[in-house]
């Protein structure tokens, strides 16, 4: 703790963790935008802390993207007696396979020598085979995992840059520029505000089951997310634990 309180890291995670009404605050050094072994970092603090936050028996939900898959690439397996089961949080949701929830569970379970489900749907899905899915019992029961889940690991996008990635269409991209959107996550679009303007039909978890998930865990960082975190954050549950870096925490701050 003490490079890290010389570095004024630590009065840096206290002012963001006050101003943003959530849990804890967690920062590494330097920008993941300009430096890649950044992210690293950020996934070295997000396992670590995932694990210290572990029981007995663990359902963890995570999201797709390659900061959550970074810290699928440090995990290391329990010391205690810990039961995990990964789930994905949603519903395939346009990625490349290696950034996809369902890759990234079967990675973490390999890597923590514990189990996984998968998820297999398509993104967008509309509301006739929305209905029909959730009735396949096999869904069904990776849904009902997904709800009890007692940890959720996610990360956060630029709203823009997640549209495009996901191949959304003309008339969502329209959408989510004219309402403005910042933010992304879990499918959500989000204002400066931190309202939903846009938001991806898939089964899984959805916003409002946040609230009955004990520890939800944030990961997202380079300045140019910064953001894109500021309007999330006004919609994030306090039990919220953001993991970030210095380049996006130094934004946050001056945008205040
Ligand atoms: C996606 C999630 O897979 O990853 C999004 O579905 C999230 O909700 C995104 O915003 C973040 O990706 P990255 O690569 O910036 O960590």
């Given amino acids: 703790h003490i490079i890290r309180d010389i570095s004024g890291i630590r009065s840096l995670e206290e002012s963001l963790q006050q101003q943003m009404g959530i849990q804890d605050v967690i920062i590494v050094?330097?920008?993941?935008?300009?430096s890649p072994w950044v992210k690293s970092e950020l996934g070295r603090a997000a396992a670590s802390r995932m694990k210290s936050i572990l029981t007995r028996?663990?359902?963890i939900a995570v999201t797709g993207g390659s900061t959550i898959a970074a810290v699928a690439d440090t995990l290391t397996p329990s010391e205690k007696e810990q039961a995990c089961l990964f789930v994905p949080a949603r519903g395939g949701i346009g990625e490349?396979?290696?950034?996809?929830a369902n890759s990234i569970c079967a990675a973490m379970a390999d890597r923590m020598a514990s189990k996984y489900r998968v998820?297999?749907?398509?993104d967008q899905v509309s509301k006739d085979i929305y209905d029909s899915?959730?009735?396949e019992p096999e869904i069904n029961e990776v849904l009902q995992l997904i709800k009890s889940a007692s940890m959720v690991l996610h990360g956060i996008g630029d709203a823009m840059t997640m549209a495009e990635r996901r191949k959304s269409s003309?008339?969502?991209l329209e959408i989510i520029k004219s309402a403005q959107a910042e933010g992304e996550a879990f499918g959500y679009y989000f204002n400066e505000n931190g309202e939903v303007v846009h938001k991806v039909q898939t089964i899984g978890l959805q916003l409002q089951d946040l609230a009955?998930?004990?520890s939800v865990i944030a990961v997202a960082g380079g300045a140019s997310k910064a953001k894109a975190i500021a309007a999330y954050m006004k919609q994030a549950p306090p039990s919220t634990i953001l993991i970030t870096?210095?380049?996006a925490a130094k934004c946050l701050l001056k945008a205040q």
């Fill in 119 to 122: 998820l297999y749907v398509p």
């Fill in 212 to 214: 009955n998930i004990p």
């Fill in 57 to 59: 028996e663990n359902i």
């Fill in 245 to 247: 870096d210095e380049g």
């Fill in 96 to 100: 490349d396979v290696k950034n996809q």
């Fill in 133 to 135: 899915f959730i009735k």
């Fill in 170 to 172: 003309n008339e969502d």
């Fill in 29 to 34: 050094a330097g920008n993941s935008d300009e």
